[in-house]
């Protein structure tokens, strides 16, 4: 049964039409809409957004999070139901699921868990909390929150899967942490929110200088831990020093660009490997996280890669020619690790749709649809 009011899908369906009109049922071979419902569907107010579609299954407030920020950047929620899946993403801050109250200052219990307390849950969900304007009567934490981050930073301004120091560092973490603090420093009020902007700009600067240390000389990219060149996480390091960095930065986003399309130009869009790897820290559980290398022109559409670059086409072409009915399941690919959350819990090879891919191949064709129109407009103006 649905969560969803009938003014609720009503919305939906006339904000999915409008991007119709724009392409989008052209691009899908079928309205919006028809692809957009069953993400919807798969919420539950009591456990949130499953990693599978329709079916229940695990939730993890990163998928929750993951699915807000794209169906609120498509501006396909309206404002009762951005709260209801924000209520819910609040429901999984650890001090607030333990009965934590804020006067008790358990800095350690400031911070978002899935698996475990980790630094991944609490970016992704502070990100799409402020992105998506949440304002009410939670918002006193965000301030513990973004302690709870800095102070997870490694020494070489990196991030790993958690504060655990066996935990390596992640180009990728490093990449969303870096930026989710940025955009928290600007969004966020320093006498309302008792935000320390300071320390989180030093702590911005830091991993800046972490993502350009560890950009490798000879490729122009960037590997995880196990030394492999990994698009998502390369994509991802420009972006941040894009959005962080300064203006000096510039020519080192443009080499990066140049050395990317070399690998995710020749047809490697759907190569997704592992981004971040470590153990749990209560239960030194092995973990790692898999990226989802067909999205990746969501980032570099907003460092301005020409839109009909073969490295934002091929991906797109992969999203629309591998689409299920219900979504997108991970893609399977030879020369890729098996990709695993948890080591019981694999996602890749299911032959399932998933949540959080479902989301970004739409936010992806979104977000190119977007960048043409405007590209488009750009061109014409500019011509003599």
């Known amino acids: ?3 969803w009011s009938e003014a609720d899908l009503t919305f939906v369906r006339d904000r999915a039409r409008r991007w119709d009109l724009h392409n989008s049922e052209r691009f899908w071979g079928g309205p919006l809409y028809d692809l957009v419902e069953p993400l919807l569907g798969s919420f539950n107010c009591d456990f949130g957004v499953p990693k599978q579609i329709g079916t229940p299954s695990e939730s993890l407030p990163e998928t929750t999070a993951t699915v807000l920020l794209a169906l ?3 501006g396909l929620l309206n404002a009762s139901m951005r709260q209801r899946i924000q209520s819910y993403l609040w429901s999984t801050h650890y001090a ?3 009965g934590i109250d804020e006067e008790d200052k358990y800095p350690d219990a400031e911070c978002w868990s899935s698996v475990s307390r980790n630094v991944w849950a609490t970016a992704t969900s502070l990100w799409a909390l402020i992105a998506t304007g949440y304002r009410g009567r939670h918002e006193g934490r965000y301030a513990p929150a973004v302690r709870w981050l800095v102070d997870a930073q490694d020494e070489d301004g990196a991030w790993g899967f958690s504060r655990d120091a066996q935990n390596p560092p992640s180009v990728f973490l490093t990449s969303v942490c870096a930026y989710t603090l940025r955009m928290t420093a600007a969004r966020l009020d320093d006498d309302t929110h008792e935000i320390h902007k300071a320390s989180v700009q030093s702590a911005v600067d830091a991993a800046v200088g972490y993502l350009k240390r560890a950009r490798r000389r000879r490729s122009g990219l960037w590997q995880t831990d ?6 998502t996480s390369s994509a991802m390091a420009l972006w941040a020093l894009r959005r962080c960095g300064s203006a000096d930065d510039g020519e080192l986003v443009r080499s990066g660009v140049r050395a990317l399309s070399k690998t995710v130009g020749n047809g490697r869009c759907a190569a997704s490997l592992e981004i971040a790897a470590g153990t749990l ?6 973990i790692a996280l898999q990226g989802y290398t067909p999205a990746i022109p969501l980032a570099l ?7 009909f670059h073969k490295m934002i086409l091929q991906p797109l072409h992969f999203l629309r020619t591998s689409r299920r009915t219900d979504g997108w399941e991970f893609p399977v690919m030879g020369n890729a690790r098996q990709g ?4 019981a819990v694999p996602y890749v090879g299911t032959g399932e749709a998933l949540t959080f891919t479902t989301a ?4 992806t064709a979104h977000a190119w649809h977007r960048r043409v129109i405007s590209w488009t407009i750009e061109q014409r103006l500019t011509k003599p």
């Not at 559409?301 to 839109?307: A, H, K, R, S």
């Open 1 to 3: 049964m649905s969560v």
């Open 72 to 74: 609120h950047r498509m």
């Open 96 to 98: 607030l699921a333990a």
């Open 226 to 231: 196990s030394g492999e060149t990994e698009p």
């Open 281 to 286: 820290p209560d239960s030194r559980e092995a």
């Open 301 to 307: 559409l907003q460092i301005d890669v020409d839109p």
């Open 340 to 343: 695993r959350y948890l080591k």
């Open 360 to 363: 970004l191949a739409l936010q």
